[in-house]
């Protein structure tokens, strides 16, 4: 009999709290697996990268491609962080000293060609004979990747071609999958032909594996708290005759005294980098305040106005993590402000369809002031408070003004705000009639940034 190990991590989303644990755990087992006579495969499900931290900002996620090189990954796919947090200029050169193979099927230039960076399936050989083919598959956002430079291509039919390219030229088949847990099951039940699904994108775990039809799904959470593990039997034939998935929990392993001065030391990198790019030179000091009107979100309405050329902005405080101190203005600053991966938005409405958004708004806003938003690029605490620019609300008449005049229905608006608000799910409005046109050059800081070097310009 054949033993097969796989080694699986994900979403990390640059929490390197746990990584020198982790690198430990995966050439442990390694060491171990190989001693006994098996093979051990490694392999990464995307969003590695996370722009919310220092290092991963600073180095555009070259850093953590040089901690990804200390594992020696047989294999990674991408996630959205990386394919969207990025644009296509970035991420062409993200991999360019990463020592391991970049497997991503469902991903192409917009010329229909696939990333030079990237290779559709790689086939891994055991020192017994058998076979493995490694195919990779992402979250395809229709909307956003071709802002980015990319074409996503469908999961379903993507994957039917591979498989009838490359499966016979395998015994065994693995999917790295950043998908989330709803289409690896429909995998399972559509695809028989693929053994193991690694999964990832919805953070979900599951510590015993879970079988789907004769697909084995293996899923190790987020954030490196898990490591993932599973081990395949193979007979003579190299058949799989038994398979069987499991995590580690990586705050039980154990921690040496140099970890600490590692982990801080990714994070003083960042900062220190960060630090040394200046933007402007702010007159005043600007609070934050996620639950008011304070004239930070002000500044930053004005900005994203300027930015789209609108004449009106919505923001919600809860964006501004940070005060801004008065003086010399770094990108250290702006980073700890506005860590997001969101751009700015213009919508485009009728009078009456802005009239029905601002009721949306104004609807859920004290249900926002303190709602503890999660995801979909938003990395700070709550929504906060909704902050207008342009726009002014009656709550006795329920009527809206644009610039002081009554919004008219036969009139067309245009107004900027975050893409942020395209994903969350209250303001339907914006799905239904919303003419939404993300601007997807620069994230939220980099406009902020902008807007400061104009009005503030260093001496």
Not at 353 to 359: A, F, K, Y
Request: aromatic content about 8%; glycine content about 8%; charged content about 15%.
């Amino acid at each position: 009999m054949e033993q097969i190990t796989i080694l699986h991590t994900n979403d990390l989303h640059s929490h390197f709290e746990n990584w020198p644990r982790i690198r430990r755990y995966l050439a442990a087992t390694r060491a171990t697996a190989e001693q006994a006579g098996g093979t051990v495969y490694t392999f990464d499900l995307g969003d590695h990268v996370d722009r919310a931290h220092p290092v991963s900002e600073a180095t555009v996620g070259q850093q953590n491609v040089k901690l990804m090189n200390q594992v020696g990954y047989d294999a990674v796919t991408i996630g959205n962080n990386e394919g969207l947090g990025f644009m296509r200029a970035q991420l062409d050169h993200l991999y360019d000293h990463a020592n391991f193979s970049v497997v991503l099927g469902n991903l192409r230039t917009l010329q229909g060609s696939l990333p030079h960076w990237a290779v559709d399936r790689r086939l891994l050989t055991t020192a017994a004979g058998t076979r493995v083919l490694v195919l990779g598959l992402t979250a395809p956002y229709q909307l956003t990747y071709p802002l980015a430079g990319w074409t996503p291509l469908a999961v379903m039919p993507t994957l039917s071609h591979l498989l009838a390219q490359y499966r016979q030229q395998a015994d065994c088949c693995v999917l790295l999958s950043h998908l989330g847990i709803n289409v690896d099951r429909q995998i399972a039940k559509r695809f028989p032909q693929v053994d193991v699904i690694l999964g990832s994108h919805t953070h979900h775990l599951l510590p015993h594996g879970e079988r789907v039809n004769h697909s084995l799904l293996a899923a190790a959470g987020k954030w490196g708290q898990y490591v993932g593990r599973v081990s395949l039997t193979l007979d003579s034939q190299h058949h799989i005759v038994a398979a069987a998935a499991s995590v580690v929990e990586t705050k039980t392993l154990p921690v040496e005294p140099a970890d600490a001065a590692e982990i801080q030391g990714l994070n003083d990198l960042g900062e220190s980098i960060l630090s040394e790019q200046r933007v402007a030179q702010v007159p005043v000091a600007m609070e934050a305040n996620a639950t008011g009107h304070p004239q930070l979100v002000q500044e930053g309405l004005h900005a994203i106005a300027e930015y789209a050329g609108t004449q009106a902005a919505v923001l919600n405080a809860g964006l501004f993590l940070r005060d801004l101190p008065a003086g010399v203005v770094t990108q250290q600053h702006l980073h700890q402000m506005l860590p997001h991966s969101m751009h700015v938005m213009t919508v485009t409405l009728d009078g009456y369809n802005l009239w029905r958004l601002v009721q949306e708004f104004e609807s859920v806003r004290l249900f926002l002031r303190h709602f503890p938003q999660r995801g979909m690029g938003f990395r700070g605490k709550v929504f906060g408070e909704l902050n207008y620019l342009g726009i002014a609300y009656d709550a006795q008449t329920h009527a809206v003004t644009w610039r002081g005049e009554p919004v008219s229905p036969l009139k067309t608006y245009r107004v900027a705000m975050v893409d942020h608000y395209l994903f969350v799910p209250f303001f339907p409005t914006l799905k239904i009639v919303g003419q939404n046109q993300i601007l997807y050059q620069d994230l939220l800081r980099e406009v902020f940034a902008q807007y400061l070097g104009r009005h503030d310009p260093l001496p």
